[in-house]
C-alpha cells in the first residue's frame, strides 16, 4: 500500500472556497477513499479447500481450517480458533492428485463471529479476512479461473451446488433453492392425484 505524504507547505495552506484550486489536485482523504475502493475491485472466485495454518513465531503447530472466497490479493478463511487481527499466518492448500497446491502467506485483516458446519464433525466459529504478501501466482489464478463454475440456470458466477444427476452442472443458490420449491410442488400435486 502506498503511504500518503503531503508537504508542510500543503498542510497549512488556506484554501479560497470559490477558487479553481486546480483538478488534478487531490486531498488525502480522496487519495485513501480511491486506494480503499481499487482493493475491492479485484474478483474472487469460489475456492472451498481445507488448508492447515500456523503462526511463524507460536510453536502451536499445524491446525486447519478452510479457505474460500480467493482473488489475487487475498481470501476469506474459516476456523475454529480465532487469529488476532495483523497477526501473520501461513496456510498450505494440497489436493489429492498433486499433494501440494500452493502455500500462502497473508495477515488477518478481519474477523467475524460466525459458526457454520462442513461436515457431520468439522465446525468453524470465525471467519477471517487474509490480506496476502505477494499477489496469488498468475498461473494459479488462471487455474483457479478454469476450475470456477457458473450456474447453468442463470449463469451467476457463484455457483457452487452440484447437481447430483449432472457432474457438469452446478447451481447457484437463488437457482437451487427455485428448483427445489419446484419439485416441491411437483411433490405435492402427484400426491394430491
Known amino acids: 500500500m502506498e503511504l500518503l505524504s503531503f508537504s508542510n507547505q500543503e498542510s497549512h495552506e488556506v484554501l479560497d472556497p470559490g477558487a479553481d484550486h486546480g483538478a488534478g489536485r487531490s486531498t488525502g482523504a480522496s487519495q485513501l477513499k480511491e486506494l480503499q475502493q481499487s482493493r475491492r475491485v479485484q474478483p474472487r472466485y469460489e475456492f472451498l479447500r481445507v488448508a492447515d495454518w500456523d503462526f511463524f513465531t ?5 491446525k486447519s481450517g478452510f479457505l474460500e472466497n480467493i482473488g489475487e490479493r487475498g481470501c476469506l478463511f ?3 480458533e480465532p487469529i488476532e487481527h ?8 494440497r489436493e489429492p492428485v498433486e499433494n501440494l497446491l500452493m502455500v500462502l502467506v ?3 485483516v478481519r474477523r467475524e463471529d460466525k459458526m457454520e458446519s462442513w461436515d457431520d464433525r468439522t465446525v468453524t466459529l470465525y471467519r477471517h ?3 496476502f504478501i505477494q499477489p496469488l501466482n ?5 487455474r483457479i479461473k478454469r476450475d470456477h463454475t457458473t450456474c447453468v440456470v442463470c449463469g451467476d458466477s457463484h455457483a457452487s ?5 449432472d457432474a457438469d452442472a452446478h447451481y447457484c443458490v437463488l437457482c437451487h433453492l427455485r428448483r427445489a420449491c419446484h419439485n416441491l410442488m411437483v411433490h405435492d400435486e402427484l400426491d394430491e392425484a
Not at 58 to 62: E, L, Q, V
Not at 86 to 93: A, H, K, P
Not at 138 to 142: A, G, I, R
Request: hydrophobic letters at 45%; glycine letters at 12%.
Open 58 to 62: 507460536a510453536g502451536t503447530g499445524i
Open 78 to 80: 474459516r476456523t475454529a
Open 86 to 93: 495483523r497477526r501473520w499466518i501461513r496456510m498450505i492448500v
Open 106 to 108: 497473508g495477515r488477518i
Open 129 to 131: 479476512g487474509v490480506e
Open 138 to 142: 498468475p498461473v494459479l489464478l488462471e
Open 161 to 165: 451446488i452440484p447437481d447430483l444427476t
